[in-house]
Every structure is written in structure tokens, then in C-alpha cells.
């Protein structure tokens, strides 16, 4: 009998290619490399798992490949799919959560640092040549212990994040959610605000909600105009959450006083984009849990689920077809 295909479409550790290679006929073909579209929509009709993160597999895709049973995608959001239609299709969709709550954290927490003290800008200060005295005013950035923290979104991430803050930093929280969820601080260290009253009273505002069709947009010119004078947004989830061209007005003509982005509308951000040189902006290219240790275990974990759903056992996290 002849053994079912797989398609891995981003590159994965040797150790985890090989786990599925024993099982499996690979196809390796990485769709956003031009030089490998061609075999990646060679290979659609063939396969019955795929495996990878980072590329849209809209309904259309999916329409070529009819044999496909599960995709296990490297990420633990899963924005990039075609929902409804893997629902219709009956197609497994694994992803991987926890196992990269601590860094993703770690992530946004030292952007609510770089961007408050101004890590970057002072080091560019340095390495231009700049430094010939002791900085003045205007170079000063602002302190971060004391300040209030608003996270949007209280998940594992959200939760991870308010322990740095409150724990380590001596910072009062502020969290949103759509359904109530408790702390998990001390009492007194976290509270629940409403999003008008979050965006009100947060010196910085963290985003890390999913992207979905409620949260698209969240963040426009109406939300960065009740914002804290000199409240700083971090966003550490998905770039559509936040209305780049809102985001811009408000640093430039608002009182907005930077922006921590790791993610953006487009990725990666093209050259062109006012966003990539604005005083006001730390960009990262979407490194949240780019890690050494963090990307393994999202590489593990994900080749574990997807050969455990092929196998029709359960797999360690899956997100269709039981919770569309
Ligand atoms: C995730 O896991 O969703 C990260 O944002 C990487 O895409």
C-alpha cells in the first residue's frame, strides 16, 4: 500500500522532518520561495497532511487538495486559515498554544521597556556618533516601574505578561476580556476594566487578542483619541488589529508617544511603508516566539500533532472541526 504524502511548507529541524519522513512520503516545497510554488501547488492534490506556518490557505487552496485530512500549523494562531471552510471539509487544523507563552511575554514586555526608555533610538545615538556629552532632557526616555499596564486580551500571553508587570515591575493592570476571567495575580495586582476604561487609563496599552472578524480593526482613530496622553502601544499580535493609518495620525498629530510593533498588515513590511522609519515606531519583524528553544518546541509540538491526527488519534491541540 502505498503510503500517504505529506507536504511540509516551512522549513523544519532535521530531528522533526525526520520523525515524519519515517511514516510519510515528504514533499518539501515552501510556497513564499518563487523558485518552490510551483512544486507546493504540484503537490496539493496529493496530500494528506500538511504542515508549516506563515502562508494563507484560503478556500481556494483547499479546493486543490481534496485528499487532505489535517494541517498542523507551526503557530499558535490560526488567522492564516480558512475556517469554514476546513469546518465544511471536515479537515483537522492542529496549532501550537503554550508552549510559547513565556517568550511571546518576555517579547512584549521588553518593547514596553525599549520603548519607554528608548533602547533603540539611543542605541542608533551611540553607534551614529552623536555621543560627545551627557544627554539632555530631550533625550530622556520615561520611567516603567509604577506605570499602569493594559493588556487587551487576558490569555495565557496576557497572563504571563501581567506577572512581569505587576510581580516584577510594581505595575497596576488593567485587562479586557470578552467573558470574565480571574487574575491570577495576588489581589489587588490585576483588574478588570472595560476597553473604554483600559484605553482611558493605561500608560501602555498591550495587544494580544487573536485576529478575528471582531477584533479586525479594533484599534482606530477613536480609540488612540481616548487614549492616556503619552500612553505607548505595544502590539505583539496581529497587524489588522490596529489601524495603521489611524496609528500614524496618532503619533504624528495625536498624543500618542510611540509604538512597539512586532507585527504589521502587511508582512514582511514593505520597504515603502511609513512605519519602518518613524521615530515613534520600534518595528520587529513578527519575532515573538523566536527563540532557539521556543521554536523547537513549536516545531516538536506540531509535528507531534500532526502525526498523531493522521493517525486518528487526538492530537495535542487541535482548533477544528469542534471549536469553529
Ligand atoms: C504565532 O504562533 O501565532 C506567532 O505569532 C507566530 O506566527
Request: proline residues 7%; aromatic residues 6%; glycine residues 8%.
Amino acid at each position: 500500500m502505498s503510503r500517504k504524502k505529506v507536504l511540509v511548507y516551512r522549513q523544519l529541524p532535521p530531528d522533526q522532518l525526520a520523525r515524519i519522513q519515517q511514516e510519510y512520503d515528504v514533499v518539501l516545497a515552501n510556497p513564499r520561495v518563487p523558485e518552490e510554488s510551483a512544486a507546493f501547488l504540484d503537490a496539493l492534490p496529493h496530500v494528506h497532511g500538511m504542515i508549516g506556518s506563515s502562508y494563507q490557505i484560503d478556500d481556494d487552496l483547499l479546493a486543490q487538495a481534496p485528499q487532505l485530512e489535517v494541517i498542523s500549523s507551526i503557530s499558535v494562531g490560526v488567522d492564516k486559515f480558512s475556517l469554514d471552510a476546513l469546518y465544511r471539509r471536515g479537515i483537522m487544523l492542529c496549532h501550537t498554544p503554550g508552549v510559547l507563552t513565556e517568550t511571546v511575554a518576555d517579547l512584549l514586555f521588553s518593547m514596553v521597556l525599549a520603548t519607554s526608555r528608548r533602547i533603540a533610538e539611543m542605541a542608533r545615538y551611540v553607534q551614529d556618533g552623536h555621543w560627545n556629552r551627557s544627554v539632555g532632557e530631550d533625550l530622556y526616555g520615561w520611567d516603567v516601574h509604577g506605570k499602569t499596564l493594559g493588556i487587551l486580551g487576558y490569555g495565557r500571553i496576557g497572563h504571563a505578561l501581567a506577572r512581569r508587570a505587576a510581580l516584577g515591575f510594581n505595575m497596576p493592570v488593567l485587562y479586557q476580556t470578552r467573558s470574565a476571567v480571574p487574575s491570577g495575580l495576588p489581589e489587588g495586582k490585576a483588574q478588570p476594566a472595560t476597553f473604554r476604561e483600559l484605553l482611558m487609563k493605561s500608560d501602555f496599552v498591550v495587544v494580544v487578542l487573536p485576529l478575528t472578524d471582531q477584533t479586525r480593526g479594533l484599534i482606530g482613530s477613536q480609540e488612540f483619541a481616548v487614549m492616556k496622553p503619552g500612553a505607548i502601544l505595544i502590539n505583539g499580535a496581529r497587524g489588522p488589529i490596529v489601524q495603521e493609518t489611524a496609528l500614524l495620525h496618532a503619533l504624528d498629530h495625536g498624543t500618542l508617544r510611540a509604538a512597539g510593533l512586532d507585527v504589521f498588515d502587511i508582512e514582511p513590511l514593505p520597504l515603502d511603508s511609513p512605519l519602518r522609519n518613524h521615530p515613534k515606531v520600534l518595528p520587529l519583524p513578527h519575532i515573538g516566539s523566536a527563540t532557539h528553544e521556543t521554536r523547537q518546541a513549536m516545531c516538536e509540538m506540531a509535528t507531534t500533532n500532526l502525526l498523531l491526527a493522521l493517525q486518528g488519534k487526538a492530537p495535542l491541540a487541535s482548533y477544528t472541526p469542534t471549536t469553529k
